[in-house]
């Protein structure tokens, strides 16, 4: 997986960190202050030889109504879809202590998305295992 870079205009872009241990490959991105639902954030680029994909959702404020959501895209970043986990449930996390989860499906481009809300302040880290 690699940062999608079809755009460079993002108020949130990706860092990155890449670790080697035996045969597997883990890259963690990250994603610092989502303030609002207006902020453009990179996507990641999906592809290759993926073992497995884990987001966690740190928030120290979700603003009024904040709601942060998993999206996916397989039309270049036009449409955004809510990934669901393997229950079949969207992706969304609301409020409170801190949230993991994994993505059952891949689609090209995934990001986190702040889908309602102002005046938030919530970090996304995505890590992401491959061969």
Same mark, same amino acid.
């Given at each position: 997986m690699k940062p999608y870079t079809g755009d460079s205009n993002y108020?949130?872009?990706i860092n990155t960190a890449t670790t080697q241990v035996g045969r597997i490959t883990s890259r963690?991105?990250?994603w610092d202050g989502l303030v609002t639902s207006a902020d453009t954030i990179e996507a990641i680029q999906c592809g290759g030889d993926i073992v497995d994909t884990v987001f966690q959702i740190i928030g120290t404020s979700y603003g009024t109504s904040g709601d942060v959501t998993t999206q996916g895209s397989n039309d270049n970043g036009t449409t955004w879809t809510a990934l669901k986990d393997e229950t079949g449930t969207a992706i %969304?996390? %609301?409020s409170g202590a801190s949230f993991m989860h994994s993505i059952s499906t891949l689609p090209d481009l995934i990001r986190p998305y702040l889908t309602a809300g102002t005046g938030a302040n919530i970090d996304v880290i995505a890590t992401v295992g491959f061969k």
């Open positions: 108020a949130i872009p963690r991105y990250w %969304t996390h %609301t």
